[in-house]
Nanobody
Framework: QVQLVESGGGLVQAGGSLRITCAAS????????MGWYRQAPGKQLDLVAT?????????ADSVKGRFTISMSRDNAKSTVWLQMNSLKVEDTAVYYC???????????????WGQGTQVTVSS
């Protein structure tokens, strides 16, 4: 079993900062990629940022220069953070963590999603 737990969302004024966190634990053999996606009301799910186990990052153009993704892994869990600075009203969305990993004793990679955390930016 693999568990993903997200935390850190909330309400912030435009121009402010927030950090959201996702911790993956359980029967994990290895992590391929960890990332964040977001969905604003009435809109599709969009990629925000991803990071590979090798440290390669990818960002949506709309967040480049404002958001930073990072990850770490110890024996017990893998954690991905999204530091969001200079937040804009249009960053308001539910943010979902996604982890591509290889479970213990299962062949092949699988994707797991977090439960989502609300980020609201007020003007």
């Amino acid at each position: 079993q693999v568990q993903l737990v997200e935390s850190g969302g909330g309400l912030v004024q435009a121009g402010g900062s927030l950090r959201i966190t996702c911790a993956a634990s359980g029967s994990i053999f290895s992590i391929d990629t960890m990332g964040w996606y977001r969905q604003a009301p009435g809109k599709q799910l969009d990629l925000v940022a991803t990071v590979t186990s090798g440290g390669i990052t990818n960002y949506a153009d709309s967040v480049k220069g404002r958001f930073t993704i990072s990850m770490s892994r110890d024996n017990a869990k893998s954690t991905v953070w999204l530091q969001m600075n200079s937040l804009k009203v249009e960053d308001t969305a539910v943010y979902y963590c996604k982890v591509d990993l290889r479970p213990v004793a299962i062949i092949g990679a699988r994707s797991y999603w977090g439960q989502g955390t609300q980020v609201t930016v007020s003007s």
